[in-house]
């Protein structure tokens, strides 16, 4: 298990520019199953989710080519569906989340997909029934393997109809559209995850040949194809790794720019910050951060009651940033109730903060209350353990803006979302080592 020792309390500036995104990653690499012809990315990040789709997909047959940082081409002309049954697909497969979107595409193009169950971050129950039920309204026969948690779609055809989704499932939705758009006739998917991740893979979809309309609804309608082509697709910056700088320039009181954002693409993202009060400041398509010397006061309500932040499919506010912002708050001026509503134990980790010194009331396992020191008084740094990809973050912005030295310990987690984040956090003045 690797570490980071993060000597803490200094001030940062400079500029960082945001790696491709993480999520929007694992479902352009699913994609690249749905045709016999060459399909080119860049802008991939350098992350350990990332590169364990890849590798899975070359385990599969996809001819995979490295044409510079963050390049790719795969040609998937040639797949090998009986690794899907082998004991080393039932390992790999389990290593991360994004490897569910596989199933979709190979459902779609060859009648069968098959995976065990995966894996990601262990922040509370992370079902899959919105995957599997819209193949199965698609046409598809579900199995489900409980001694090897090993699931299973088939089909000789799918066709196209109406479905409902029981909820908005981000990769549920990457999932049933990659499906859908190989069936046969129209499929009509209404509560759809609208997220700009999804927006770019549909849009990858149509230049691959697709016909689907409603991008960027909850209303989806697809014509099915009986091919699609190659293409070229440019992945968007990760937003979550934008907020996370947005946290931790705000945190450090430091002056940060944060570059070439896609701010159209940022949804409520900005407006979560600018509610504990941090400036943050569009210039062109960069975030420029001010160093709040005067620190920053949470906002009130219009009726004056507390602040409260929560998440919500999007267009809402993405769960994947409220771990960061809880840590944000603690140095703010007020107070403010931090509502996780998605994940039932993704807040456990506010246990470390308290060790740190923060106010914080973990009220049960989806809301906590966070008040404030308004810089009056620093946290102390500590030995910790990384639970999570976000929490873990959290916990490194916490560290960098404590007095002393603390150690992060299982970054193997951070690494999984966050390309070379010590030596990215370097350029910038952090204080940061990694030990292997
Ligand atoms: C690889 C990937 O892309 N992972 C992201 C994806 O995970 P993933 O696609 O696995 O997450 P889902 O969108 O399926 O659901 C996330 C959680 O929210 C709950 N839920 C979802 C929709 C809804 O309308 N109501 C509701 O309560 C689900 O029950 C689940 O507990 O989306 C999540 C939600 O943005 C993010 O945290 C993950 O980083
Ligand atoms: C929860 C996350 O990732 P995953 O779905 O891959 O576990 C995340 O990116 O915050």
């Known amino acids: 298990m690797g570490s980071f020792t993060i000597e803490g309390g200094h001030s940062l500036s400079g500029s960082i520019t945001p790696q491709g995104a993480k999520n929007e990653a694992l479902q352009i690499l699913c994609a690249v199953l749905l045709t016999a012809e060459p399909v080119e990315i860049s802008n991939i990040p350098d992350i350990v989710d990332v590169n364990k789709l890849i590798a899975l997909l070359g385990s599969l047959g996809v001819k995979v080519e490295n044409l510079g ?22 390992r790999d497969g389990r290593g991360l989340r994004g490897s569910i979107m596989l199933v979709g595409p190979l459902l779609g193009r060859f009648g069968r997909g098959y995976i065990p169950k995966p894996g990601g971050d262990k922040i509370g129950r992370r079902r899959l029934d919105t995957h599997f039920e819209g193949f199965i309204k698609l046409g598809a026969r579900f199995r489900y ?87 070229t697709h440019r992945m968007l910056p990760d937003m979550i790794e934008i907020g996370s700088w947005i946290g931790l320039a705000a945190m450090t009181r430091s002056e940060l720019r944060i570059k070439d954002v896609s701010w159209n693409d940022l949804g409520q993202i900005p407006n979560a910050f600018q509610r504990l009060g941090i400036q943050v400041n569009r210039e062109n398509d960069d975030i420029l951060i001010p160093a709040h010397t005067d620190g920053y006061a949470i906002q009130n309500f219009i009726d004056g009651s507390i602040m409260t932040i929560a998440d919500a499919p999007w267009p809402g506010l993405t769960p994947d940033l409220l771990s960061i912002i809880l840590v944000v708050a603690i140095q703010s001026r007020g107070e403010v109730v931090i509502h996780q509503k998605m994940f039932e134990s993704r807040l456990f980790f506010v246990d470390k903060l308290i060790d740190m010194g923060a106010k914080i009331i973990l009220c049960d396992p989806h809301r906590a209350t966070v008040i404030g020191h308004d810089f009056q008084s620093q946290l ?57």
């Open 69 to 90: 940082p963050g390049q790719y081409r795969f040609q998937a002309d040639q797949v090998d569906l009986d690794y899907l049954q082998s004991d080393d697909f039932k």
């Open 145 to 231: 393997n409980r001694e090897e948690y090993f699931y299973g779609v088939e089909a000789e055809k799918l066709t196209g109809t109406y479905m409902l989704l029981d909820e908005a499932s981000v990769t549920g939705t990457a999932n049933i559209v990659m499906a859908a758009v190989l069936a046969e006739g129209e499929t009509t998917i209404y509560n759809a995850a609208c997220e700009p991740y999804l927006q770019q893979l549909c849009k990858m979809l149509v230049r691959m040949g697709a016909k689907i309309e409603g991008i960027g609804s909850n209303l989806l309608k697809i014509q099915g194809v009986s091919s699609l082509n190659g293409t």
């Open 380 to 436: 102390k740094a500590t030995n910790m353990t990384s639970p999570d990809i976000r929490a873990g973050v959290s916990l490194l912005i916490a560290a960098l803006s404590a007095k002393g030295t603390s150690t992060i310990h299982n970054i193997e987690q951070i690494d999984r979302g966050y390309e070379r984040i010590d030596e990215r956090l370097r350029n910038i003045g952090a204080m940061i080592t990694r030990n292997a």
